[in-house]
């Protein structure tokens, strides 16, 4: 089973229905019991960074999650999915996230352009041969809306990047845990076929 995880954030259903097209056993849950079942995780997350962890802290599921990858299981994060598996957000000073990589999430810096950025841009592979990038073009469009990206620590773990202003964590993944700052299930044939890799990918 694909658990995709419902914290009361996210573009859950849109998400859902992406992963359904490859998949029978794509479960919407907030239930512990499927988590604990689940073959992979999907992390969705829209919104104010720290909206997202306390939402995630509240719902009881995040001492679970964190089991399940520390155990192996894939786990793809999704936009703010992917910034709360770093330590914290400039977003929300206040804020823990789950710690996962090193780093922060940083304001991004881009004069003259509009933030967030907004809308298709394309990205470059750092990790060519990651499973979840197969039979995908080089520079391929996604879609992004975010005012905020990733700074890991450790830079082996960025997975793609795009340029906005500078250039911008676009996906990173190490492990089993890998996760984009776009938006898979809004980015056409491409996300779809992201999204169909994962589903097929065999964690090693």
Same mark, same amino acid.
């Given at each position: 089973?694909?658990?995709?995880?419902?914290?009361?954030?996210?573009?859950?259903?849109?998400?859902?229905?992406?992963?359904?097209?490859?998949?029978?056993?794509?479960?919407?849950?907030? =239930?512990?019991?499927?988590?604990?079942?689940?073959?992979?995780?999907?992390?969705? &997350? $829209?919104?104010? @960074? #720290?909206? *997202?962890? +306390?939402?995630?802290? =509240?719902?009881?599921?995040?001492?679970?999650?964190?089991?399940?990858?520390?155990? &192996? $299981?894939?786990? @793809? #994060?999704? *936009?703010? +999915?992917?910034?709360?598996?770093?330590?914290?957000?400039?977003?929300?000073?206040?804020?823990?996230?789950? &710690?996962?990589?090193?780093?922060?999430?940083?304001?991004?810096?881009?004069?003259?352009?509009?933030?967030?950025?907004?809308?298709?841009?394309?990205?470059?592979?750092?990790?060519?041969?990651?499973?979840?990038?197969?039979?995908?073009?080089?520079?391929?469009?996604?879609?992004?809306?975010?005012?905020?990206?990733?700074?890991?620590?450790?830079?082996?773990?960025?997975?793609?990047?795009?340029?906005?202003?500078?250039?911008?964590?676009?996906?990173?993944?190490?492990?089993?845990?890998?996760?984009?700052?776009?938006?898979?299930?809004?980015?056409?044939?491409?996300?779809?076929?992201?999204?169909?890799?994962?589903?097929?990918?065999?964690?090693?």
């Amino acid at each position: 089973m694909i658990a995709i995880i419902d914290y009361g954030v996210g573009n859950l259903f849109s998400v859902e229905k992406a992963f359904a097209r490859f998949a029978d056993d794509v479960k919407l849950t907030s =239930a512990i019991n499927d988590i604990k079942q689940a073959d992979k995780l999907v992390l969705p &997350g $829209v919104g104010e @960074f #720290g909206a *997202c962890m +306390g939402n995630f802290m =509240a719902s009881g599921l995040m001492d679970t999650v964190l089991e399940r990858i520390k155990a &192996g $299981v894939p786990l @793809f #994060g999704i *936009c703010v +999915g992917l910034q709360i598996l770093f330590e914290g957000s400039e977003e929300s000073p206040e804020a823990e996230g789950l &710690g996962i990589f090193k780093g922060m999430v940083k304001r991004i810096v881009a004069p003259g352009l509009k933030i967030p950025h907004m809308g298709w841009n394309s990205v470059e592979f750092s990790q060519p041969s990651l499973p979840l990038f197969d039979n995908l073009s080089e520079n391929p469009y996604v879609y992004f809306v975010h005012s905020y990206h990733a700074v890991p620590e450790d830079k082996s773990i960025v997975a793609a990047t795009t340029q906005y202003g500078e250039a911008l964590t676009a996906a990173v993944a190490r492990d089993n845990v890998m996760a984009t700052q776009f938006h898979p299930e809004k980015s056409g044939d491409v996300g779809l076929q992201l999204i169909k890799n994962f589903v097929d990918w065999k964690c090693e």
